[in-house]
């Protein structure tokens, strides 16, 4: 049986002289965010990931992220354009050795699999994360260690925030921008096509995921209309920097994102 998380995070904290308990308490204290069950019952997951995956719940209301997005739009873009992903996901890998692997693992041989395992199970994965991303008490600078690497990387806080911001506005049709950080503990910014991410082996330029923008339409259309540019501009005043810099230590520990599904 292929149990790679396991073994990657033991090998990872061994490498860095790290207690295992040092990282499974930053995946905890992320998935705690997400509402998740108690802290208990997730121990299990932060060293040997699930082999069930699950429709994460909201981490805040439907109209949380007013004014900047709007209540109807998070409750459609959650309940059904999420939830399709998650339901087809789960189709597409039924039966198969997959629903026992580790989603970060799939999507690193995502070229191996059908279409629908890659369509699907990104858009399962992008949008947890993009929810996990956000809160209404977000914006503003960043804190922690992640601002000392976006001011080292990109020169200042608003230098970032044009590229990123760029990034998603330049995406031909529907897709994604990203910060990442890559194998070298380096950040960069890219964005994929469809639900496409950078995990996954067909990536332009691999990396651990940090944070995302979703800039398909569904994300903004029914208060912005065709206007993803100020869409954009808002979702500046909803980043959970808090997650993101625990993101980052986590990657920055273990070459691995947090987010187990
Ligand atoms: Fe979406």
Redesign the pocket.
């Known amino acids: 049986m292929f149990k790679p998380a396991k073994v990657i995070l033991i090998i990872g904290a061994g490498f860095l002289g790290l207690h295992s308990s040092s990282i499974a308490q930053i995946q905890v204290q992320v998935k705690g965010h997400m509402n998740q069950p108690s802290i208990s019952s997730k121990n299990r997951q932060a060293i040997a990931p699930s082999t069930k995956f699950e429709f994460h719940p909201l981490p805040y209301s439907y109209d949380a992220l007013e004014p900047y997005i709007d209540r109807l739009t998070v409750e459609i873009?959650y309940s059904k354009?999420?939830r399709a992903y998650y339901d087809n996901f789960l189709k597409a890998i039924d039966g198969t050795d997959l629903t026992s692997i580790e989603i970060s693992d799939i999507f690193r041989n995502i070229s191996h699999y059908p279409i629908a395992v890659r369509n699907n199970g990104g858009g399962y994965f992008n949008?947890t994360f993009y929810w996990e991303g956000m809160s209404a008490q977000g914006g503003g600078l960043p804190t922690g260690k992640i601002a000392e690497a976006i001011v080292n990387t990109f020169g200042s806080f608003e230098e970032f925030k044009k590229e990123l911001s760029e990034s998603g506005k330049t995406r031909f049709g529907s897709g994604w921008a990203w910060l990442c950080l890559d194998d070298k503990g380096n950040l960069f910014i890219c964005s994929t096509p469809n639900q496409d991410n950078p995990i996954m082996d067909i990536a332009e330029k691999k990396g651990i995921p940090l944070l995302n923008i979703?800039v398909?339409e569904?994300?903004y259309y029914l208060n912005y209309q065709n206007r993803r540019s100020d869409y954009i501009d808002a979702f500046w005043n909803l980043i959970n920097w808090d997650i993101v810099n625990k993101r980052y230590e986590y990657g920055m520990l273990t070459h691995k994102s947090n987010l187990i599904l």
């Open positions: 873009h354009h999420h949008h979703d398909w569904h994300a």
